[in-house]
């Protein structure tokens, strides 16, 4: 402050000193949290959010906002302009009504279909939190939205596998079912005609014709036999 003589000239100024030192190693280890957070937060491809219910506004990180760019500046809109970009038939999860009345906890999560700004479907799954005012009553949501896009596709890719192996031991099981079948019928008529050949009564027309009968169905069965042995090496690689 200026301090000035009887004809108004400053003679002399008038101040004070703050150490702020320990504000500034505050502000700066606050910075540095933020930052290890928002390492976190992109590591792990979330975008936080927060829904005030009073006003209908949100507030987004542009992770949040389902694209693919991880940025850390907040937005902020109408909460059904961002919901928009959700899926029709998935909107329904997402209404407020739905997160009240589904939470465990004040705690509520689900997943969802969203279609990125440029066209792109992607997975997200939100988690988020209830805050209440002292009358109990909901007044704002809290939560992270995650990209979950590649665990669907591994999921789905898993299904498909297991639906082609449980397809695959069902073919096999008719197979197996179906061949103890066929067996069966060349192996009876073989030890029938081996019966028929032991007896001494047969004239040499009958036998022969018991012996052309037991070869063929001795092939047969060795067909068969060879068919489940294919088998068998496929299922061994």
């Known amino acids: 402050i200026p301090y000035r003589d009887s004809q ?7 101040g004070t000193c703050t150490d702020i030192d320990e504000r500034k190693m505050a502000l700066k280890a606050l910075q540095d949290k933020q930052n290890q957070l928002d390492l976190a937060i992109n590591a792990a491809q979330m975008g936080i959010w927060e829904l005030d219910l009073e006003t209908n506004q949100a507030y987004y990180s542009r992770a949040a906002e389902f694209t693919s760019n991880n940025e850390r500046v907040i937005h902020s809109g109408d909460y059904s302009v ?7 038939d998935d909107q329904a999860l997402l209404s407020v009504e739905k997160c009240v009345a589904s939470a465990v906890n004040d705690n509520f999560g689900c997943e969802f279909r969203a279609v990125m700004q440029n066209g792109e479907l992607k997975w997200i799954q939100s988690h988020c939190h209830l805050v209440r005012n002292n009358e109990s009553q909901v007044v704002r949501l809290v939560g992270v939205n995650i990209d979950i896009t590649d665990r669907k596709h591994f999921e789905h890719e898993l299904k498909h596998a297991r639906d082609a192996a449980e397809e695959a031991n069902r073919a096999k099981s008719a197979f197996l079912a179906n061949m103890s079948h066929e067996i069966r019928t060349p192996l009876g008529a073989v030890g029938g005609f081996s ?18 009968a037991m070869r063929r169905n001795g092939d047969q069965l060795a067909h068969l036999i060879n068919d489940i042995l294919d088998l068998a090496k496929v299922e061994a690689g």
């Open 8 to 14: 108004g000239e400053v003679v002399r100024w008038i």
């Open 82 to 88: 961002l919901l928009k970009m959700v899926q029709r």
């Open 195 to 212: 019966e028929v050949l032991a007896s001494d009564d047969l004239k040499a027309q009958e036998k022969k014709e018991a012996m052309v």
